[in-house]
């Protein structure tokens, strides 16, 4: 079975800076996939970024970019140029690859508070 | 295209009552999944439908919890009765086939047992 540990329960960051988002897994397998979901304050948690583990290269999307150490088994989501509307729960979420349903298994999720 | 909607958005009842929360994919997703977080905890996987059939429902707590899923289309999943232990946020997500690009996920259903 697959865990995914968030050690960081709440952040903080001053508006335009920078914050990193820690995020560790524990699996046997070789081909998954990471994620990082966001949830704002009473709104729908949407994708922020998707990492192949078979790929080497860091995903990337706008301000918001990942460290994907395989071996170390991490996935940190660095926020860069932070935002108020970056406020939100964040969550790191695996699935592994082949897996007919494609299930979920998610951290607890930090909590990220952008201060003005 | 319209997101996944879930309602109510919360819901609050007497423990030993019967709740059903409802859950409209997005059109053409043939998968939809049931999610839960309770108490802060970890968001858990509850049960996978693929169209109308259950693919994986192995994370259903008990049987006091059915899920449907009418035509394909959309999803209930009814408790009863509710026990206290059941209070959360029941998510909903749906996706094309695979699945590995990501989930769209509804708001959220917050279901208080008193």
């Known amino acids: 079975a697959q865990t995914v540990t968030q050690s960081q329960p709440e952040m903080s960051v001053q508006e335009a800076e920078t914050v990193t988002l820690s995020c560790t897994y524990d699996t046997s397998e070789n081909n998954y996939y990471l994620f990082w979901y966001k949830q704002p304050p009473s709104r729908q948690m949407i994708l922020v970024i998707r990492q192949e583990a078979y790929k080497q290269q860091n995903a990337t999307e706008n301000r918001f970019s990942v460290n994907f150490q395989k071996a170390a088994k991490s996935f940190s989501l660095k926020i860069s140029d932070s935002q108020l509307g970056d406020t939100a729960m964040y969550f790191c979420?695996?699935?592994?690859?082949?897996?007919?349903?494609?299930?979920?298994?998610f951290g607890g999720g930090t909590r990220l508070m952008v201060k003005p | 295209e319209a997101g996944v909607t879930q309602f109510p958005s919360h819901s609050v009842i007497e423990k030993g009552q019967t709740v059903t929360l409802r859950c409209d994919p997005i059109?053409?997703?043939?998968?939809l999944y049931w999610y839960r977080r309770v108490m802060g905890k970890e968001i858990k996987f509850l049960l996978h439908f693929v169209k109308e059939s259950k693919q994986d429902e192995s994370g259903m707590p008990n049987n006091r919890f059915l899920a449907e899923r009418t035509g394909g289309t959309y999803s209930t999943l009814k408790v009863q009765p509710a026990e206290l232990e059941d209070s959360g946020v029941y998510f909903c997500?749906?996706?094309?086939?695979?699945?590995?690009?990501?989930?769209?996920f509804g708001s959220g259903t917050r279901l208080t047992v008193v």
């Open positions: 979420a695996f699935m592994k690859h082949g897996d007919a349903g494609n299930m979920l298994t």
């Open positions: 059109s053409g997703h043939d998968n």
């Open positions: 997500a749906s996706s094309q086939r695979p699945a590995n690009y990501g989930y769209t």
